[in-house]
């Protein structure tokens, strides 16, 4: 086999980045970056889950996506398009889709963060390893990490002329191929370049227009040089180019009630086979009716430096980055087939089809840190640095007829009442940070650690609705809107953050440890269509009769969000071969930055959710149960609720009787959505060796998780049970070869990525007019909700 790439590393290597303290070393010690430096997993006192690109590759994990298969405290929300995605840990993710609001989980990819989350979601290509450190990590990594960190790791060129190919088909449409050449350019020049291509087909098929929907494709081209220019001086730059294309991710009926009709635009109600149009809605069905194809395609380039100096055993680093990220988008607003237009309803006014929503991001962001770090071995270990941020993002949206434009001389676009809106927003991000974290060992068996950030952060937008000509942040920092309501389009915002921890270690494989971390994610600004609605706010208050626009605006920015948060846990290796680790954690969230009912405006809108917390336990057992047969598992118990939240918007359709009063209702106590009570994965591996260096590797991955909500607003129908999804593969391999065969979700069970009830039909509620109860609901399926085959060839030379 080809050795293994990443996180696995020489025991005396591992030893030498670690504290002063005899512990036998394994070739199974994993290094992570977790402190900014290199330690053994097993040294550094936190949760943190981290695996290699083999364990990764084993697992069938081939986009980010995936981590979801094996990391149980992480899952992803997935919405109408990559913007809208929520990367969450903990059960803790951003619920609010603005350029101007950071998330809680930051996503780094070799030392340089993404300052968008939709970065993140492309194929995994060339990496070396993978870490995720739950719960705050704001003082090292800044204010976008109230929730943890990704930290992607991309592989290293090597000493020697290496390169590599592989290519894979499944059953349904899927298709990849990818390679790498790597070695010496010169004495002290190594280089790396790779490139990979996808393309996936989807798993629903639009018959409308005979096409596959729900798919993917992208291509992803890096190069990485590494010059020692000196025995004390490394310089690494490294430049990649990202295509992501997707079909993702559009929704086909699971259950429509008889006789309900849809739509309520121009006084028109369809009947619900014209909008069916054949297609019976079923808990198994794949097939969708719509004229638009959802579209997200998105393209990344971006170039990072790296420089390192040694000098008496501290390490001086300045790393430099530079992204550029596009994304044009476009879903079908009423997802179907219908023409309101002439030729279908024939509406006086009307353009021929339907509508749409859609349009373009653009960001571009800069980041510069300096870094020192001081050697492992001396009793006060310290990482101290200051860090500066620049991005620029900017939005074009407009919702209106299937070409994006006005919906002929109507002022709302179909099924329902909502208005034709098209704005084009901007929003301007810089962070100047200073960070320091030390360890000093007490004794030693006992070690203190702590850790402060100082940010202070510059913030300003831009918003002009089109369709009005009102503007907003124009001139640059105005401070008041057109109709004189006072706004703040400019502000700077100082903040801290910190962490303190102790830790004890009774032997020499078991480490004891407890924490507290205080973090922060900063003030948003809620830039969307909101910012173009401009009826006349009716309730009593500072804002009567201004425009709801104005209103909305004059409350931003939205407060910060902060969180205390406490863990206590073990990293032990109590037998040869055994490894077995454990946390548990208390966070409680502040001004949890989500999407709310305002009370004055009566508008769906970033707010502030006074308190949220989240507590649960973490667990990781990896065992040598023999000479060629591993056994891993992680799993997790999380329990995040919202503790006060009285003013939240009800789900379409709910009534007095289920708790919405005057369109609110109260949501504490309830779960966060997508926050499963109970996941597990468990990973094994036999190696059977044949004659030579030729080998049988038999795999077997189970992920299982607990029945979750998929709605914040706790609709019914938004409920995902439990279920488990079982992988088999088996591969046979030499030094230079290798062939897989692998059938993800064997037992072909069938779940849901998302899953609601679509409010354009006009469905009879529970009990609020006379006749039956009546439904509509729409779902997702995930990318394995069905049994498929992989196989691969990959060749080394």
């Not at 949760?47 to 980010?64: G, T």
């Amino acid at each position: 086999m080809p050795p293994t790439l990443g996180l696995l590393v020489d025991p005396a290597a591992a030893i030498a980045a670690s504290p002063d303290w005899p512990i036998e070393a394994t070739s199974a010690d994993i290094i992570v970056t977790a402190n900014k430096r290199p330690e053994r997993k097993q040294d550094v006192a936190m949760s943190i889950w981290a695996v290699s690109a083999e364990e990764l590759d084993r697992a069938q994990v081939r986009d980010f996506d995936d981590l979801v298969k094996v990391e149980p405290s992480l899952t992803i929300t997935k919405t109408t398009q990559p913007a809208n995605n929520s990367i969450n840990i903990r059960g803790i993710g951003t619920y609010a889709f603005s350029i101007a609001t950071r998330p809680s989980v930051s996503v780094v990819v070799d030392d340089m963060p993404q300052a968008f989350q939709a970065q993140a979601f492309r194929e995994l290509a060339d990496i070396a390893s993978i870490e995720v450190l739950r719960g705050p990590q704001s003082t090292l990594f800044g204010t976008s990490a109230t929730a943890g960190v990704v930290a992607i790791t991309t592989a290293a060129p090597t000493t020697t002329l290496t390169a590599a190919t592989r290519i894979g088909v499944t059953s349904d449409g899927e298709q990849r191929a990818s390679g790498f050449i790597s070695g010496p350019l010169a004495e002290r020049l190594l280089f790396r370049v790779s490139a990979s291509a996808n393309h996936y087909r989807g798993n629903l098929r639009n018959i409308h227009t005979d096409n596959w929907v729900g798919g993917q494709s992208g291509i992803d081209l890096r190069a990485k040089l590494v010059w020692n220019a000196a025995d004390a001086l490394t310089v690494t730059a490294a430049l990649h180019h990202d295509f992501a294309g997707s079909s993702c991710c559009t929704s086909a009926y699971y259950a429509v009630s008889p006789g309900v009709s849809f739509g309520r635009f121009a006084g028109v109600r369809v009947p619900q086979g014209a909008i069916l149009d054949g297609i019976v809605p079923g808990p198994d069905n794949r097939l969708i009716s719509a004229d638009v194809e959802p579209k997200g395609d998105a393209t990344e380039t971006g170039a990072s430096v790296k420089v390192e100096w040694r000098f008496g055993g501290y390490t001086l680093s300045a790393i430099s980055g530079f992204a550029a990220y596009a994304l044009d988008d476009l879903q079908d607003t009423d997802g179907t087939a219908y023409n309101w237009g002439p030729g279908g309803a024939n509406v006086p006014g009307a353009v021929s089809g339907g509508s749409a929503n859609g349009g373009d991001f653009r960001i571009r962001s800069f980041s510069q840190e300096l870094r020192l770090i001081s050697p492992a071995a001396d009793r006060l270990r310290f990482v101290a640095g200051l860090f500066f941020s620049d991005t620029r993002s900017r939005r074009s949206f407009v919702r209106g007829s299937n070409s994006l434009g006005p919906y002929g001389t109507l002022a709302i676009v179909p099924p329902t009442t909502t208005a034709y809106s098209s704005y084009f927003a901007e929003a301007y991000t810089s962070n100047l940070a200073a960070f320091g974290q030390a360890t000093f060992d007490l004794t030693r068996r006992f070690a203190l650690s702590a850790g402060i950030r100082l940010n202070r952060d510059g913030m300003r937008y831009s918003l002009l609705d089109r369709v009005a000509n009102v503007r907003f942040g124009m001139p640059k920092c105005s401070s008041a809107t057109p109709s004189g309501l006072a706004i703040s389009t400019c502000d700077t915002l100082g903040s801290v953050a910190g962490r303190v921890s102790l830790s004890y270690r009774p032997s020499p494989g078991l480490l004891v440890f407890g924490g507290y971390d205080r973090g922060y994610k900063g003030a948003a600004y809620d830039l969307t269509s909101t910012y173009t609605t401009r009826t006349p706010v009716t309730q009593d208050g500072p804002y009567k009769g201004f425009p709801i626009a104005d209103a909305v605006a004059a409350k931003q920015p939205i407060r910060p969000e902060t969180v205390d948060a406490f863990q206590l846990g073990w990293k032990s290796r109590p037998l040869a071969g055994l490894t077995w680790n454990a946390t548990v954690y208390l966070e409680t969230f502040h001004d949890f930055q989500a999407q709310s009912r305002d009370d004055l405006t009566r508008q769906n809108v970033l707010n502030n959710i006074p308190r949220v917390t989240t507590k649960g336990a973490e667990m990781e057992v990896a065992a040598d149960i023999a000479p060629g047969f591993i056994l891993r598992g992680y799993g997790s118990w999380n329990d995040a609720r919202i503790r006060i939240f009285p003013n939240a918007p009800c789900f379409p359709s709910q009534t007095l009787a289920l708790g919405c009063v005057n369109g609110q209702q109260d949501l504490a106590g309830k779960r966060l959505p997508n926050a499963p009570k109970w996941k597990f994965s468990l990973n094994a591996e036999r190696e059977i060796r044949l004659r030579g260096d030729t080998g049988l590797t038999l795999t077997a991955n189970w992920v299982w998780q607990s029945r979750t909500i998929q709605s914040l607003l706790q609709d019914p129908n938004a409920v995902q049970e439990a279920y488990g999804l079982l992988g088999l593969g088996i591969e046979l391999h030499d030094a230079q070869r290798r062939l897989r065969v692998y059938c993800s979700n064997l037992f072909d069970k069938s779940y849901a990525l998302s899953r609601g009830r679509d409010s354009n039909w006009n469905i009879n509620p529970y009990g609020a007019i006379a006749g039956p109860i009546s439904d509509a609901t729409k779902w997702t399926p995930g990318r394995d909700s069905s049994r498929y085959v992989r196989v691969e060839f990959a060749n080394r030379f």
